[in-house]
Antibody, heavy 120, light 109 residues
Framework: EVQLVESGGGLVQPGGSLRLSCVAS????????MDWVRQAPGKGLEWVGR??????????EYAASVKGRFTVSRDDSKNSLYLQMNSLKTEDTALYYC???????????WGQGTLVTVSS | EIVLTQSPGTLSLSPGERATLSCRAS???????LAWYQQKPGQAPRLLIY???SRATGIPDRFSGSGSGTDFTLTISRLEPEDFAVYYC??????????FGPGTKVDIK
């Protein structure tokens, strides 16, 4: 059974930092490009960033709204994906999902999300 | 950046009816790069359709996708009670990598 389990969310003050983790099982994590997608309360989906697989040199890409503040990384030995979030803003408040690229320009496996609330 | 627009915003239908959801792109999108997701309250999105018309694993054949260029459609041939949800289209591009439409809510009439 495929599972993606996120953790690390919580309440943080504006300007603060948080590190999210996502542990994968049930598929070959190291083969996949991996992404973070967020959803603000009551809103739609917004892609945050991605890290490619080893074959693509672990290349990282980011949405303009988080570039320079967020960093995506991975540890294939631990089947884990990470999102380091710095200089957090109130508009970063959202449910953060990790998701796996299907190989067909879409996201086929999703975690249940971890909630990040940025508030003073 | 390609912008996706979905219509209608809300679709009120009864079980057994046919649902037709539209996704329009601000510029031409390769069909290979167009996908559809379903999201129910409190749940993560679920991939329904990729490559504009290919059903993802385990997706019932009442769901179908079509379209090309700037106009794409998700059709649910006969609505089942579990199909009432929000549906998002998504395109894959150069930057940002994934762009989602604002969603269409299908609710019970």
């Amino acid at each position: 059974e495929v599972q993606l389990v996120e953790s690390g969310g919580g309440l943080v003050q504006p300007g603060g930092s948080l590190r999210l983790s996502c542990v994968a099982s049930g598929f070959t994590f190291s083969d996949r490009h991996m992404d973070w997608v967020r959803q603000a309360p009551g809103k739609g989906l917004e892609w945050v960033g991605r890290i490619s697989n080893k074959g693509s040199s672990y290349n990282t890409e980011y949405a303009a709204s988080v570039k320079g503040r967020f960093t995506v990384s991975r540890d294939d030995s631990k089947n884990s994906l990470y999102l380091q979030m710095n200089s957090l803003k109130t508009e970063d408040t959202a449910l953060y999902y990790c998701a796996s690229d299907s190989g067909y320009w879409s996201l086929d496996y999703w975690g249940q999300g971890t909630l990040v609330t940025v508030s003073s | 950046e390609i912008v996706l627009t979905q219509s209608p915003g809300t679709l009120s239908l009864s079980p057994g009816e046919r649902a037709t959801l539209s996704c329009r792109a601000s510029q031409s999108v390769s069909s290979s790069y167009l996908a559809w997701y379903q999201q129910k309250p409190g749940q993560a999105p679920r991939l329904l359709i990729y490559g504009a018309s290919s059903r993802a694993t385990g997706i019932p054949d009442r769901f179908s996708g079509s379209g090309s260029g700037t106009d794409f459609t998700l059709t649910i041939s006969r609505l089942e009670p579990e199909d009432f949800a929000v549906y998002y289209c998504q395109q894959f591009g150069d930057s940002p990598r994934f762009t989602f439409g604002p969603g269409t809510k299908v609710d019970i009439k």
